[in-house]
C-alpha cells in the first residue's frame, strides 16, 4: 500500500515537482481497507469536541456513532461533498417532532446492564442539556450550512420501563455534523474504545486514531485544556501529565495496538504537547513497507548527489509509523534542492537537514492548533 502511494508520486516527480500535498488530500477521504465488524469509521471533528461530557456520555456518543456506519460508509463511497444520502440509510424521520431523526438502540449496547435504567435515563437527561461545540472545519455542504454549537447532543429520547430499546432523537443538524466525511474520517476498534475506564483516555484515543497516519501530531496546551474540558485542578503541566496523560498512555500501551510517546516544548511563552504516535502491526507488514520505503528514499536521494553512507545513516534512524511523514519530507526536501542550486555540499545540507528533522519533533509533526489544518474556506 505504502509502496503504490508513492509510486504514483514519484513518477511524475522525476518528469517535474508534483503537488504532492493536494494528491495525498483526495486518498485520504477514501476508504483504504475493508471495515471489520468492530472497526467503526468517526469523522475527525468528533475528536476535537468541546463539552464536558462523561465517560458514559462518550459512550453513547460512540453508541450513535456506530449507527450511522452505512450512511458514513456511503458518503465516503461517493467521494465527492454532497449529503444526498439516501433516505433508507438514515435514521428514520420523526413524525411527532420537525427536523428530528429516531435511533432505536437495544440497552444493551450502552454497557449498563438491563438493570440500570434509571442510570441510563439520567444520562440521557444530561445529554440534552449538555452544551457541544465542533471544530469548524467545513462551512457548508450542498449550500447548506454546518452547524457546529449545540445546547444538547440529543434532543430527546422515549425509554418506556422494563423496555430493551431506547429511541433516540437527533436533530438533523447534528446527524448532518455526524455525518461530516468531507472535514476527514477515522477508524478504530469499537469494543476497545468502549472498555476505556477514563473519559479522557477516550479523547486521546480518538485523536491519536485521527493522527496515526501523519506518524504524530502538536497541540498547545491551552488547546488540549479546552478540549479535555479542564478545571483549574489542571492548571499545572505535572497534573496533566500524572493524572491524565500517563495512566492513558500506560492504559493504551497494554491493552491496544496503538498508543504514544509525548514531549512538552516550551516556545515565546506557549507550552505545546507533542504526541508521537506508536503502532503494533504484523512484522511481515512493516518489512514490507519498510522496504518499499528504503527503496523510495534511495532514489530520491542519489538522484540529487547524496551519497549513498549519508543516505543509509538517514534511514537507519526511522520509525516505522513516521515512514509517510518522513517520505513527505524527502520529497518537499528534495525538491528545494533541486530549486537552489546555489547550495555547495549536498550531502552535508540534506544530512543537517534530516538531523533536525529527527531531533525535533516540533519540526516532524503538523499542529492541530493551525487553522489552515482544520478549516476549509469554501463559503456557503
Known amino acids: 500500500?505504502?509502496?503504490?502511494?508513492?509510486?504514483?508520486?514519484?513518477?511524475?516527480?522525476?518528469?517535474?515537482?508534483?503537488?504532492?500535498?493536494?494528491?495525498?488530500?483526495?486518498?485520504k477521504r477514501t476508504i483504504k481497507r475493508t471495515l471489520t465488524k468492530d472497526e467503526i469509521i468517526q469523522v475527525n471533528g468528533v475528536a476535537y469536541i468541546e463539552g464536558n461530557l462523561k465517560l458514559t456520555h462518550l459512550r453513547i456518543l460512540m453508541t450513535i456513532i456506530s449507527y450511522l456506519q452505512t450512511a458514513l460508509q456511503y458518503k465516503i463511497s461517493r467521494r465527492r461533498r454532497s449529503y444526498n444520502i439516501p433516505e433508507n440509510l438514515l435514521p428514520h424521520r420523526n413524525?411527532?417532532?420537525m427536523q428530528t431523526r429516531i435511533l432505536t438502540i437495544p440497552v444493551s449496547e450502552f454497557n449498563l446492564g438491563q438493570k440500570n435504567g434509571g442510570r441510563l435515563r439520567s444520562y440521557f437527561d444530561e445529554l440534552q442539556d449538555a452544551k457541544l461545540i465542533f471544530p469548524e472545519t467545513v462551512k457548508c455542504v450542498d449550500g447548506l450550512k454546518i452547524v457546529n454549537s449545540f445546547s444538547g447532543l440529543i434532543a430527546g429520547y422515549s425509554f418506556p420501563?422494563?423496555?430493551k430499546e431506547v429511541d433516540i432523537y437527533l436533530m438533523e443538524d447534528m446527524v448532518r455534523r455526524l455525518l461530516l466525511t468531507e472535514e476527514g474520517f477515522s477508524t478504530y476498534s469499537h469494543s476497545s474504545a468502549m472498555s476505556i475506564t477514563n473519559?479522557?483516555?477516550v479523547r486521546i484515543y480518538w485523536l491519536i486514531c485521527s493522527w496515526r497516519t501523519k506518524g504524530g501530531f502538536v497541540i498547545s496546551l491551552e488547546n488540549f485544556r479546552r478540549i479535555l474540558a479542564l478545571g483549574p485542578a489542571y492548571d499545572r503541566y505535572d497534573n496533566i501529565v500524572s493524572k491524565i496523560i500517563y495512566p492513558a498512555q500506560q492504559e493504551l500501551k497494554k491493552r491496544f495496538p496503538i498508543w504514544f510517546q509525548y514531549r512538552l516544548y516550551k516556545l515565546h511563552g506557549d507550552q505545546r504537547l507533542v504526541f508521537k504516535i506508536k503502532m503494533i502491526v504484523s512484522q511481515e507488514q512493516k518489512n514490507k513497507e519498510m522496504d518499499s520505503a528504503r527503496d523510495i528514499c534511495f532514489n530520491l536521494l542519489i538522484s540529487i548527489g547524496v551519497k549513498l553512507d549519508t543516505i543509509q545513516q538517514v534511514f537507519s534512524q526511522i520509525d516505522y509509523e513516521d515512514l509517510k511523514p518522513f517520505l513527505s519530507k524527502l520529497m518537499n526536501l528534495t525538491s528545494y534542492v533541486r530549486k537552489n542550486?546555489?547550495?555547495?555540499d549536498v550531502n552535508s545540507y540534506v544530512a543537517a537537514s534530516m538531523n533536525v528533522w529527527f531531533s525535533d519533533w516540533l519540526a516532524r509533526y503538523a499542529i492541530i492548533d493551525d487553522e489552515n489544518e482544520m478549516t476549509d474556506k469554501e463559503n456557503c
Not at 12 to 20: A, E, I, L, T
Open 341 to 344: 542550486n546555489h547550495i555547495s
Open 199 to 201: 473519559k479522557y483516555t
Open 161 to 163: 420501563p422494563y423496555s
Open 95 to 97: 413524525p411527532e417532532r
Open 1 to 27: 500500500m505504502l509502496f503504490q502511494i508513492f509510486q504514483i508520486l514519484l513518477c511524475p516527480y522525476f518528469r517535474h515537482v508534483v503537488n504532492s500535498k493536494e494528491k495525498y488530500k483526495v486518498r
